[in-house]
């Protein structure tokens, strides 16, 4: 007898064995059989119907920033919709584990755009912990939706640890700084953390009025620090999560030393961002991943670059834009808060020349974004550079004159990176990339890429109906299931007899275009914000996580994420609950 059975489907293991048309049972929350043979239905609470779809295991999202949102709203529904039924939070150095709830907030707000007043609100009304250990029972008390696995954030730690004056300071951290750092970072390992994130990006800025547009606590910290938490991370085997920076290219190659074993000692596995065919970046990303390939064999490195394998298109409101943060001038306009403050910032002459040599170094890409929303209704639809062609003056002119007249309520969108689709598919098999770099539950307003699995799957689908193959769907499904899983050290990823039950149902006849178009849902939770998301519930029929039918034909199970949990707590070594 079983819980539930899914019939008929082709089944999809995670290792990348070959599928096949297989009933799955499913008892006590895990996979009880995988049978050629029809299963005996007598008793069985439910059945799905899988008939000429494919029943994969969850995806995993291994880099988020729903430390916040999963305090408010923890079925995280606009991933699992998308079959991801495991995320992985406290990613590029943001946690809110150990520091205050003011000091998160300010980490928090303006690095991953999300409300400054609706993610301190957050924090006071529902922190309960004081440490690892209890954070993790904090999670494990709410209805989760999906499984969750975390990371330690380093500014987090650095800021807990220092005080958020002295982490973003001058001053380096003492000796009695350091053995405090390690024994917390090893506390959290104890509790089932992945491991360390950390950001070496320097346009990271802090929010709030305190320390507003100071960098990120992480990027303060010297190679002693990391070296005395990288030991931590050695001794234990797990994972260092960072982002080097494009303005400290150098750093690149530290970390791949880092990491580097040397046949001396424990490698130091390391997951890096990011592998983007961009459009205006020094270094191709072919070039990257060549170097880290060739140092993790030369080496004994075990390094990786998370990879969106989408492309990353991007949308704003105005001059709100993260990547903003990498300039200058436009960091400088994102230190003001207020609307007319930028304007007039804006308007002066100095100011405009600065931004022009900025726009000519770095970001030409403007020139064919595309205005989506404008109070001046005949600019929608047009390019900056189409505007300025118009107008007779330069697209950096005519961008700051158009945000000076309108604002936030300028939307326009760009394509900065994995514009070239042969690109793309070559850098979706390098064995130095691994998939993720979603950003999901951050950057609200500008990107949303909460269904990047079932593109990549739509692209293999798609090139082998063109007769181009770049890869085998069962190769894309391991790429997005049990190969994380077992990088980062998850019992999760692969769906065989005695796994958890966490598995998605897709229909391969929607995976089209669909899946492309973005749309946007309020957030009352977080103050009304409309984010964008992806709404095209055609490609996933169900959803189950530990076995229990979440999602199905586009609607949420009753009490999801509300008033029973189905996902858990996965920690490092440690056996699913």
């Given amino acids: 007898m079983f819980d539930l059975i899914i019939k008929g489907g082709r089944w999809f293991d995670g290792a990348g064995s070959p599928s096949a048309i297989r009933d799955l049972g499913v008892r006590g929350g895990r996979v009880a059989a995988v049978s050629a043979e029809p299963l005996p239905q007598a008793g069985c609470r439910r059945v799905l119907d899988a008939a000429g779809c494919w029943v994969l295991p969850g995806f995993l999202d291994v ?7 999963v305090l408010l709203s923890p079925g995280l529904p606009e991933s699992v919709r998308h079959g991801v039924t495991t995320v992985v939070l406290g990613n590029c150095s943001l946690s809110g584990v150990y520091c205050s709830p003011d000091d998160a907030a300010d980490l928090f707000s303006r690095v ?3 409300p400054h007043a609706a993610v301190l609100d957050a924090l006071k009304r529902h922190r309960s912990w004081s440490g690892a250990d209890e954070y993790v029972r904090a999670l494990l008390a709410r209805p989760l939706g999906p499984n969750v696995a975390a990371f330690l954030g380093h500014s987090d730690l650095r800021a807990y640890v220092m005080g958020l004056g002295r982490a973003v300071g001058a001053d380096p ?3 009695q700084d350091l053995d405090r750092m390690a024994a917390l970072l090893d506390r959290a390992l104890d509790a089932g953390f992945l491991g360390l994130s950390t950001v070496a990006s320097t346009h990271c800025r802090l929010d709030g ?13 010297g190679w002693q ?3 005395a938490l990288h030991r931590v991370l050695r001794a234990r085997g797990r994972v260092l999560q960072s982002a080097p920076g494009s303005a400290r290219p150098w750093n690149t190659l530290l970390f791949l030393l880092a990491g580097a074993g040397l046949w001396a000692r424990p490698r130091l596995k390391t997951s890096l961002l990011a592998a983007l065919d961009s459009k205006t970046a020094p270094v191709p990303a072919g070039v990257l991943t060549r170097v880290t390939a060739l140092a993790n064999r030369l080496l004994g490195a075990e390094v990786r670059w998370q990879h969106l394998p989408v492309p990353y298109e991007l949308y704003a409101d105005g001059i709100d834009l993260g990547i903003f943060e990498e300039f200058g001038a436009t960091a400088a306009a994102l230190h003001l808060r207020q609307e007319a403050e930028r304007a007039r910032l804006l308007s002066r002459r100095a100011y405009r020349r600065w931004f022009r040599r900025d726009y000519d170094r770095r970001f030409r890409h403007l020139y064919d974004a595309g205005i989506v929303a404008c109070p001046d209704e005949g600019l929608v639809g047009r390019s900056f550079g189409e505007v300025a062609g118009a107008r007779r003056r330069h697209p950096a002119e005519t961008f700051l004159d158009l945000v000076v007249a309108h604002g936030s309520r300028l939307r326009w969108r760009t394509t900065i990176a994995n514009h070239r689709p042969h690109v793309l598919d070559r850098l979706a098999g390098h064995p130095a990339v691994q998939m993720g770099f979603a950003e999901s539950g951050a950057h609200l307003r500008n990107m949303a890429h909460y269904n990047a699995p079932l593109r990549l799957l739509q692209r293999v689908v798609a090139a082998q109906a063109a007769g181009r193959p770049f890869m085998t769907v069962e190769r894309a499904v391991h790429r997005l299931t049990g190969e994380p899983a077992d990088w980062f050290g998850l019992r999760a990823g692969t769906l065989r007899a005695g796994d958890r039950a966490d598995l998605v149902v897709v229909d391969p006849a929607g995976l089209d275009d669909r899946l492309a178009a973005y749309h946007e849902a309020p957030m009352p939770d977080f103050g009304g914000v409309r984010r964008m998301v992806n709404r095209s519930d055609a490609a996933v029929r169900a959803v189950c996580v530990a076995g229990e039918p979440v999602f199905e034909g586009g609607v949420f ?5 509300s008033t029973r949990r189905t996902g858990t707590f996965l920690g490092a070594d440690r056996r699913c609950a």
Avoid at 63 to 69: Q, S
Avoid at 557 to 561: D, E, K, L
């Fill in 63 to 69: 880099h988020t920033h729903y430390d916040i949102e």
């Fill in 112 to 114: 991953e755009a999300l």
């Fill in 173 to 175: 951290a003492t000796g």
């Fill in 209 to 221: 009025d305190r320390f507003r547009s100071a960098r990120l606590p992480s990027t303060f910290a």
């Fill in 225 to 227: 620090e990391y070296r």
């Fill in 557 to 561: 199970a009753a009490g999801y994420g």
